[in-house]
């Protein structure tokens, strides 16, 4: 099964501030959505246990294709790094998910490099969960 995650992440222009999106799913999976256009940001949480072992993923896409390599997420408390393997982060790669959610709750301002292109992301509000990541 493929979970993807979608964030949304703007270019380098600033523009206004989107709060994350959050919904709960019938299996109890926590979504959390950011979009603005140009980047799309999902992260699932799965704090309850509907799978096991526990599914935490988040997918970043740009323009509505989902990013495959390298990126650098910078906030004011130092740059985190991740990679997207078909598509997404997962837990599975704990060191990658412990960076790109770091990063994500260290601030709602987020510079994120993927690729040769470097987004500004302002999400209004620092990620509010750990989603499976150590505090």
Known sequence: M???????????????????????DFRGLEIYDHETGTVDLQVICDPN?????PIFSAEVAFNGIAYEGDMALKTDAGTFTAQAVNGGVSAKDAAGWENLVKAFRSSAKIELTAGNQTY?????????VSCGAAE
Not at 7 to 23: D, R
Not at 49 to 53: K, M, N, V
């Open 2 to 24: 493929k979970i993807l995650v979608a964030v949304s992440i703007f270019g380098l222009a600033a523009g206004p501030a989107f709060a994350w999106n959050h919904q709960t």
């Open 120 to 128: 500004k992301i302002d999400t209004g509000t620092p990620f509010p």
């Open 49 to 53: 246990g509907a799978f096991i072992p």
